[in-house]
């Protein structure tokens, strides 16, 4: 049986999300830059009716403007593989091509956004329209952070609601072992050493919404993620935001341990 702590955890699992509501890409380790999110992480977002990010000035925006988990389960059934040095976005539904196209060419975006007009057509509020500033990330947090979840606390969470409860539901980049459970959540303002130095300061708990309802596996609002961890924990929270501190490197495998200890 693997020790737990509450100062030291091991990654299990890096991800990100390089078009906001779409499936995760998996990476064995990840450069970092001081105050950045990883690289392409929410780069990509689909406009869901009026047009109001500006490329050229970009700014926050809340989620609802764009598609999303939390109100459109259907992109789940998607599996979405994007390439870097392409920018080349092939969507796949049961295993078949339905779609793909170039995110920074204009007719690639174009043959994208004709896909998502017709795939979530019952669900739109107006053209889709993909976009991107470079730099910017759609986020649900006007910051770039990490997002940490610790997995003691999810089957902390399988064990009071009696299902399993895939951990992808929460869309972290980070997943970790070896940590007590709800132990990051001590963890606000404190900071963390990586291999390669000191690297994160924890910026607190993320509060979780209806997005987490909907099985990342087969699509379906099955669960009620936030009204069960209201119920049992008495809040809605699952992992903590991360700022990245200075520039480095976090692999699979590394050991994450809060500073001091």
Known sequence: MTETSSSRCRITSLHRYPVKGLNADSLDEVQLE?????????????????????PADPHFLPKNKFLMLMSHERLAALDARFDDATQMLQILRDGKQVSQGRLNDRTGRQLLEQFFAAYMEN?????PRIVHAPGHSFADVPSQYLSLVNL??????????GQPVDPMRFRANVYVEDL??????????????????????????????????????????????????????????????????????????????????
């Open 34 to 54: 001081c105050g950045k999110c990883i690289a392409f992480d929410r780069a990509f977002a689909i406009e869901n009716g009026a047009h109001l990010f500006d």
């Open 152 to 161: 003691a606390s999810v089957r902390d969470l399988e064990r009071v609601i």
């Open 123 to 127: 669900e739109l509020r107006g053209a």
């Open 180 to 261: 007590a459970p709800w132990a990051e959540m001590e963890w606000a303002g404190l900071e963390l050493d990586a291999p390669s130095g000191r690297m994160f300061k924890c910026e607190g708990a993320i509060d979780r919404c209806a997005a987490t309802n909907v099985d990342p596996a087969t699509a379906k609002r099955n669960l009620a993620i936030p009204r069960a961890l209201m119920a049992a924990f008495g809040h809605m929270n699952m992992g903590v935001y991360l700022q990245v501190t200075a520039d480095g490197r976090i692999a699979n495998g590394d050991e994450l341990v809060l500073a001091g200890s």
